[in-house]
Protein backbone atom coordinates (compact mmCIF):
# COMPACT_ATOMS: atom_id res chain seq x y z
CA UNK A 1 0.00 0.00 0.00
CA UNK A 2 0.86 3.88 -0.10
CA UNK A 3 1.50 3.71 3.37
CA UNK A 4 4.23 0.91 3.52
CA UNK A 5 5.87 2.46 0.87
CA UNK A 6 5.91 5.81 2.50
CA UNK A 7 7.41 4.03 5.52
CA UNK A 8 9.93 2.17 3.62
CA UNK A 9 10.67 5.46 1.64
CA UNK A 10 10.94 7.11 5.07
CA UNK A 11 13.33 4.30 6.30
CA UNK A 12 15.49 3.91 3.70
CA UNK A 13 16.04 7.65 3.70
CA UNK A 14 16.68 7.86 7.57
CA UNK A 15 19.23 4.57 7.20
CA UNK A 16 21.10 6.68 4.28
CA UNK A 17 21.29 10.05 6.41
CA UNK A 18 22.58 8.34 9.36
CA UNK A 19 25.26 6.15 7.38
CA UNK A 20 26.30 9.64 5.82
CA UNK A 21 26.27 11.69 8.75
CA UNK A 22 28.07 8.38 10.65
CA UNK A 23 30.69 8.82 8.16
CA UNK A 24 31.27 12.29 8.54
CA UNK A 25 32.09 11.84 12.08
CA UNK A 26 34.52 8.82 11.35
CA UNK A 27 36.58 11.01 8.89
CA UNK A 28 36.38 14.28 11.37
CA UNK A 29 37.60 12.39 14.35
CA UNK A 30 39.95 10.48 12.19
CA UNK A 31 41.65 13.89 10.78
CA UNK A 32 42.05 15.48 13.81
CA UNK A 33 43.84 12.33 15.26
CA UNK A 34 45.68 12.65 12.32
CA UNK A 35 46.58 16.26 13.35
CA UNK A 36 47.87 15.61 17.17
CA UNK A 37 49.55 12.27 15.73
CA UNK A 38 51.55 13.66 12.96
CA UNK A 39 50.34 11.51 10.27
CA UNK A 40 50.22 14.44 8.01
CA UNK A 41 53.27 14.89 6.12
CA UNK A 42 54.41 17.73 3.41
CA UNK A 43 56.52 16.76 0.12
CA UNK A 44 58.50 19.77 -1.85
CA UNK A 45 58.31 19.81 -5.33
CA UNK A 46 61.30 21.83 -7.25
CA UNK A 47 60.54 25.02 -9.37
CA UNK A 48 63.64 25.35 -12.05
CA UNK A 49 64.78 28.45 -13.96
CA UNK A 50 64.76 26.66 -17.27
CA UNK A 51 67.20 29.28 -18.45
CA UNK A 52 70.36 27.96 -16.18
CA UNK A 53 68.76 25.00 -14.48
CA UNK A 54 68.74 26.03 -10.90
CA UNK A 55 66.61 25.74 -8.70
CA UNK A 56 64.02 28.63 -8.46
CA UNK A 57 61.82 28.04 -5.54
CA UNK A 58 59.90 24.82 -3.89
CA UNK A 59 56.18 24.08 -3.97
CA UNK A 60 55.23 22.14 -0.85
CA UNK A 61 52.21 19.51 -1.18
CA UNK A 62 50.69 17.74 1.74
CA UNK A 63 50.07 14.07 2.24
CA UNK A 64 48.54 11.91 4.50
CA UNK A 65 49.98 8.97 5.88
CA UNK A 66 46.77 7.28 7.42
CA UNK A 67 47.29 4.37 9.50
CA UNK A 68 44.45 1.95 7.72
CA UNK A 69 44.10 3.58 4.04
CA UNK A 70 47.96 4.24 3.69
CA UNK A 71 48.87 7.34 1.56
CA UNK A 72 46.55 9.83 0.81
CA UNK A 73 46.76 12.53 -2.05
CA UNK A 74 45.44 15.97 -0.95
CA UNK A 75 42.52 15.67 -3.92
CA UNK A 76 41.31 12.51 -1.02
CA UNK A 77 40.90 14.75 1.87
CA UNK A 78 41.50 18.22 1.12
CA UNK A 79 38.12 19.00 -0.25
CA UNK A 80 36.53 17.15 3.21
CA UNK A 81 39.20 19.09 5.59
CA UNK A 82 37.25 22.25 3.32
CA UNK A 83 34.13 21.22 4.18
CA UNK A 84 34.58 20.30 7.78
CA UNK A 85 36.28 23.31 8.38
CA UNK A 86 39.54 21.08 9.58
CA UNK A 87 41.63 22.71 6.46
CA UNK A 88 42.08 25.97 9.06
CA UNK A 89 44.44 23.91 11.53
CA UNK A 90 45.19 21.51 8.93
CA UNK A 91 46.50 24.94 6.46
CA UNK A 92 48.02 26.33 10.07
CA UNK A 93 50.14 23.12 10.27
CA UNK A 94 51.24 22.86 6.68
CA UNK A 95 52.36 26.68 6.91
CA UNK A 96 54.04 26.39 10.29
CA UNK A 97 55.88 23.04 9.13
CA UNK A 98 57.09 24.70 5.94
CA UNK A 99 58.53 27.82 7.02
CA UNK A 100 60.28 26.11 9.87
CA UNK A 101 61.64 23.08 7.09
CA UNK A 102 62.61 26.00 4.83
CA UNK A 103 64.47 28.16 7.67
CA UNK A 104 65.95 25.21 9.20
CA UNK A 105 67.78 23.89 5.50
CA UNK A 106 68.72 27.89 5.05
CA UNK A 107 70.45 27.79 8.56
CA UNK A 108 72.26 24.47 7.31
CA UNK A 109 73.38 26.07 4.16
CA UNK A 110 70.88 24.29 1.97
CA UNK A 111 69.11 27.53 -0.08
CA UNK A 112 66.12 26.63 -1.96
CA UNK A 113 64.61 29.86 -2.94
CA UNK A 114 61.09 30.78 -2.61
CA UNK A 115 59.05 28.71 -0.46
CA UNK A 116 54.73 28.29 -1.77
CA UNK A 117 52.67 26.79 -0.32
CA UNK A 118 48.81 26.33 -1.43
CA UNK A 119 46.14 28.50 0.29
CA UNK A 120 42.18 27.09 0.32
CA UNK A 121 39.77 29.71 -0.78
CA UNK A 122 37.93 28.48 2.58
CA UNK A 123 41.06 29.73 4.18
CA UNK A 124 41.18 33.27 2.79
CA UNK A 125 37.23 33.45 3.53
CA UNK A 126 38.91 34.19 7.17
CA UNK A 127 38.85 37.44 8.46
CA UNK A 128 42.29 36.93 10.69
CA UNK A 129 43.84 34.95 7.32
CA UNK A 130 46.53 37.43 6.79
CA UNK A 131 47.07 38.08 10.65
CA UNK A 132 46.95 34.34 10.92
CA UNK A 133 50.39 33.98 8.41
CA UNK A 134 51.83 36.97 9.17
CA UNK A 135 52.05 35.73 12.94
CA UNK A 136 53.24 32.93 11.39
CA UNK A 137 56.34 34.48 9.55
CA UNK A 138 57.33 36.43 12.57
CA UNK A 139 57.23 33.70 15.30
CA UNK A 140 59.70 31.57 12.47
CA UNK A 141 61.38 34.56 11.49
CA UNK A 142 61.24 33.71 8.05
CA UNK A 143 61.88 36.74 5.09
CA UNK A 144 58.58 37.24 3.71
CA UNK A 145 60.61 37.76 0.29
CA UNK A 146 60.85 34.18 0.24
CA UNK A 147 57.57 33.31 0.71
CA UNK A 148 54.56 32.69 -2.17
CA UNK A 149 50.95 31.94 -1.36
CA UNK A 150 49.48 29.95 -4.15
CA UNK A 151 45.95 30.05 -4.35
CA UNK A 152 43.08 29.53 -7.04
CA UNK A 153 40.24 30.84 -8.98
CA UNK A 154 37.96 28.85 -6.64
CA UNK A 155 38.40 32.32 -4.61
CA UNK A 156 35.74 33.92 -6.74
CA UNK A 157 33.10 31.71 -5.17
CA UNK A 158 33.19 32.92 -1.57
CA UNK A 159 33.01 36.65 -0.30
CA UNK A 160 35.41 38.21 -2.88
CA UNK A 161 36.14 41.64 -1.55
CA UNK A 162 37.38 39.66 1.94
CA UNK A 163 39.99 37.35 0.38
CA UNK A 164 41.62 40.35 -1.53
CA UNK A 165 41.68 42.59 1.16
CA UNK A 166 43.69 39.70 2.83
CA UNK A 167 45.72 39.53 0.18
CA UNK A 168 46.44 42.46 -0.16
CA UNK A 169 47.75 42.92 3.41
CA UNK A 170 49.82 39.73 2.58
CA UNK A 171 51.69 41.50 -0.29
CA UNK A 172 52.26 44.44 1.51
CA UNK A 173 53.92 42.67 3.81
CA UNK A 174 55.89 41.23 1.32
CA UNK A 175 54.58 37.96 0.00
CA UNK A 176 54.02 36.72 -3.59
CA UNK A 177 50.47 36.15 -4.19
CA UNK A 178 50.65 33.02 -7.34
CA UNK A 179 47.32 32.34 -8.92
CA UNK A 180 47.20 28.41 -9.08
CA UNK A 181 45.90 26.30 -12.32
CA UNK A 182 45.59 29.44 -13.87
CA UNK A 183 42.33 29.35 -16.78
CA UNK A 184 40.38 26.45 -15.19
CA UNK A 185 38.31 28.67 -12.54
CA UNK A 186 35.40 30.77 -12.70
CA UNK A 187 36.40 33.84 -13.15
CA UNK A 188 36.72 37.14 -15.69
CA UNK A 189 40.23 38.40 -16.80
CA UNK A 190 38.76 41.77 -15.06
CA UNK A 191 40.16 40.21 -11.54
CA UNK A 192 43.85 40.56 -12.74
CA UNK A 193 43.57 44.04 -12.45
CA UNK A 194 41.18 43.51 -8.91
CA UNK A 195 43.47 41.57 -7.20
CA UNK A 196 47.07 41.94 -5.97
CA UNK A 197 49.10 38.92 -8.23
CA UNK A 198 52.89 38.22 -8.77
CA UNK A 199 52.74 35.59 -10.56
CA UNK A 200 50.49 33.23 -12.89
CA UNK A 201 50.55 29.58 -12.92
CA UNK A 202 50.02 27.81 -16.30
CA UNK A 203 47.37 25.04 -15.51
CA UNK A 204 48.95 21.68 -16.35
CA UNK A 205 46.12 20.55 -18.59
CA UNK A 206 47.29 23.06 -21.20
CA UNK A 207 50.80 22.29 -21.04
CA UNK A 208 50.20 18.31 -21.53
CA UNK A 209 49.59 19.00 -25.13
CA UNK A 210 51.57 21.38 -25.87
CA UNK A 211 53.33 21.74 -28.54
CA UNK A 212 51.03 18.89 -30.71
CA UNK A 213 47.42 20.97 -29.70
CA UNK A 214 47.31 23.91 -31.36
CA UNK A 215 44.46 25.21 -28.62
CA UNK A 216 46.69 24.59 -26.12
CA UNK A 217 49.89 26.04 -28.09
CA UNK A 218 47.12 29.17 -28.92
CA UNK A 219 46.02 29.72 -25.10
CA UNK A 220 49.60 28.67 -23.36
CA UNK A 221 51.15 31.98 -25.61
CA UNK A 222 48.75 34.12 -24.76
CA UNK A 223 48.87 33.46 -20.98
CA UNK A 224 52.60 33.91 -21.81
CA UNK A 225 51.90 37.52 -23.06
CA UNK A 226 49.57 38.52 -21.41
CA UNK A 227 51.46 37.83 -18.29
CA UNK A 228 54.46 39.50 -19.64
CA UNK A 229 52.27 42.80 -20.61
CA UNK A 230 50.67 42.89 -17.18
CA UNK A 231 54.07 42.65 -15.61
CA UNK A 232 52.74 39.02 -13.95
CA UNK A 233 55.70 36.46 -13.55
CA UNK A 234 54.77 33.03 -15.25
CA UNK A 235 55.35 29.02 -14.41
CA UNK A 236 54.02 26.55 -16.04
CA UNK A 237 52.95 23.56 -14.35
CA UNK A 238 53.37 19.97 -14.75
CA UNK A 239 56.57 20.06 -17.17
CA UNK A 240 57.04 16.66 -18.34
CA UNK A 241 59.41 16.22 -21.98
CA UNK A 242 61.87 18.28 -22.97
CA UNK A 243 59.57 19.60 -26.00
CA UNK A 244 57.41 21.34 -23.48
CA UNK A 245 60.93 22.82 -22.24
CA UNK A 246 61.96 23.98 -25.26
CA UNK A 247 58.26 25.44 -26.09
CA UNK A 248 57.84 27.49 -23.08
CA UNK A 249 61.54 28.75 -22.85
CA UNK A 250 61.07 29.74 -26.59
CA UNK A 251 57.80 31.65 -25.67
CA UNK A 252 59.42 33.43 -22.74
CA UNK A 253 58.09 31.37 -20.25
CA UNK A 254 60.97 30.59 -18.12
CA UNK A 255 60.18 28.90 -14.62
CA UNK A 256 58.84 25.55 -14.30
CA UNK A 257 57.81 22.65 -12.30
CA UNK A 258 57.47 18.84 -13.69
CA UNK A 259 58.04 15.66 -13.61
CA UNK A 260 61.37 16.65 -16.53
CA UNK A 261 63.04 18.34 -13.29
CA UNK A 262 61.56 16.22 -10.32
CA UNK A 263 58.65 15.10 -8.59
CA UNK A 264 57.56 15.75 -4.94
CA UNK A 265 59.75 14.42 -2.89
CA UNK A 266 59.85 13.92 1.25
CA UNK A 267 62.05 16.00 3.32
CA UNK A 268 65.10 14.06 3.31
CA UNK A 269 64.79 13.47 -0.42
CA UNK A 270 64.38 16.80 -1.61
CA UNK A 271 67.47 17.68 0.48
CA UNK A 272 69.35 15.07 -1.49
CA UNK A 273 68.24 16.14 -4.79
CA UNK A 274 69.32 19.97 -3.91
CA UNK A 275 72.96 19.09 -2.89
CA UNK A 276 72.84 16.69 -6.59
CA UNK A 277 71.41 18.56 -8.66
CA UNK A 278 73.60 20.00 -10.98
CA UNK A 279 72.58 23.15 -13.09
CA UNK A 280 72.61 23.27 -17.31
CA UNK A 281 76.38 22.60 -17.87
CA UNK A 282 76.23 25.41 -20.49
CA UNK A 283 74.69 28.04 -18.36
CA UNK A 284 75.94 27.67 -14.85
P1 LIG B 1 48.60 22.15 -7.34
O1 LIG B 1 48.84 23.16 -6.31
O2 LIG B 1 48.30 22.61 -8.71
O3 LIG B 1 49.89 21.22 -7.29
C1 LIG B 1 50.49 20.62 -8.41
C2 LIG B 1 50.08 19.19 -8.54
O4 LIG B 1 50.61 18.68 -9.77
C3 LIG B 1 50.65 18.28 -7.44
O5 LIG B 1 49.71 17.24 -7.21
C4 LIG B 1 51.90 17.72 -8.13
O6 LIG B 1 52.32 16.49 -7.58
C5 LIG B 1 51.41 17.54 -9.53
N1 LIG B 1 52.48 17.54 -10.52
C6 LIG B 1 53.63 18.26 -10.49
N2 LIG B 1 54.36 18.05 -11.61
C7 LIG B 1 53.65 17.19 -12.37
C8 LIG B 1 53.88 16.60 -13.67
O7 LIG B 1 54.88 16.82 -14.34
N3 LIG B 1 52.90 15.76 -14.14
C9 LIG B 1 51.78 15.49 -13.42
N4 LIG B 1 50.90 14.65 -13.98
N5 LIG B 1 51.53 16.04 -12.20
C10 LIG B 1 52.45 16.88 -11.69
P2 LIG B 1 49.26 16.83 -5.74
O8 LIG B 1 50.44 16.85 -4.82
O9 LIG B 1 48.46 15.58 -5.85
O10 LIG B 1 48.32 18.03 -5.30
C11 LIG B 1 47.10 18.22 -5.94
C12 LIG B 1 46.44 19.50 -5.48
O11 LIG B 1 46.09 19.43 -4.09
C13 LIG B 1 47.35 20.72 -5.57
O12 LIG B 1 47.39 21.18 -6.90
C14 LIG B 1 46.63 21.67 -4.63
O13 LIG B 1 45.52 22.25 -5.25
C15 LIG B 1 46.15 20.71 -3.54
N6 LIG B 1 47.12 20.75 -2.44
C16 LIG B 1 48.30 20.09 -2.30
N7 LIG B 1 48.91 20.42 -1.15
C17 LIG B 1 48.09 21.34 -0.54
C18 LIG B 1 48.18 22.09 0.68
O14 LIG B 1 49.17 22.01 1.43
N8 LIG B 1 47.12 22.93 0.98
C19 LIG B 1 46.06 23.06 0.14
N9 LIG B 1 45.06 23.89 0.49
N10 LIG B 1 45.96 22.38 -1.02
C20 LIG B 1 46.97 21.53 -1.36
MG1 LIG C 1 49.90 24.82 -6.17
MG1 LIG D 1 48.46 24.06 -9.89
MG1 LIG E 1 46.48 21.59 -10.07
Not at 22 to 38: C, N, P, T
Not at 66 to 85: R, V, Y
Not at 260 to 284: G, I, K, V, Y
Request: aromatic share 10%; hydrophobic share 40%; charged share 25%.
Amino acid sequence: SAKDAGRCGYAFYREELTSVAFERVLLESSMRHGLDRQEFVLNYQPQIDMRTGKIHGVEVLVRWEHPDMGLLGPMKFIPAAEELGLIIPLGEWILRTALSRAKAWCEQGHHCGVISVNASAVELQQRNYADRVIAVLDEIGFDPKFFELEVTEGLFLGEFELAAKSLRRLQDYGVAIAIDDFGTGYSSLSYLKRLPIDRLKIDRSFVQDIPGDENDVAITRAVISMAASLQLKVTAEGVETEVQRDFLLGEGCDIAQGYLFARPMPEQEFLFWLENHTPLADNS
